[in-house]
């Protein structure tokens, strides 16, 4: 029951993720996740694969909860290409909405600090940044 609560809180907005636990931990929340889709398109080539060739957890820095910062650690697979002849021989599969290629914030966060960079370069933005309880660097 509790699972669905978050299901709908961090990812209404994205089809495809089954949330798995939710763990608080000090000043982290924990969002254990994982794609749930049967195929994944080729990013090179646009076919549709099936054949699992690895899995992996990719941790995803997201907006605070109740002052608390939380992180999505998503288990992702890296699909084979099953096309004949395509170079990209495996690909990682992509939730939208949740993630972006070599990404390591949610596609969510990363839209706020592209904001907050624009409105406040430099320190000032670090600080809001900071208050949003998300892990930046001035730059
Ligand atoms: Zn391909």
Same mark, same amino acid.
């Given at each position: 029951m509790g699972d669905v609560l978050f299901q709908d809180l961090w990812f209404? =907005?994205?089809? #495809?993720v089954v949330v798995e636990s939710v763990i608080p931990d000090g000043e982290l929340v924990v969002v254990r996740a994982r794609t749930a889709a049967e195929r994944a398109a080729c990013p090179a080539c646009g076919t549709a694969s099936v054949r699992v060739h690895s899995r992996y957890v990719r941790r995803l820095a997201d907006s605070a909860v109740g002052g608390r910062q939380a992180l999505i650690e998503l288990q992702v697979r890296r699909f084979r290409c099953s096309q004949q002849g395509c170079l990209q021989a495996t690909f990682a599969e992509q939730v939208d909405g949740l993630t972006f290629r070599h #990404?390591? =914030?949610s596609a969510g966060l990363q839209t706020v600090l592209e904001r907050v960079a624009v409105m406040l370069a430099g320190r000032a933005g670090s600080r809001l940044a900071h208050a949003l309880a998300a892990k930046v660097s001035r730059s």
């Open positions: 209404h =907005r994205v089809e #495809g #990404g390591r =914030r």
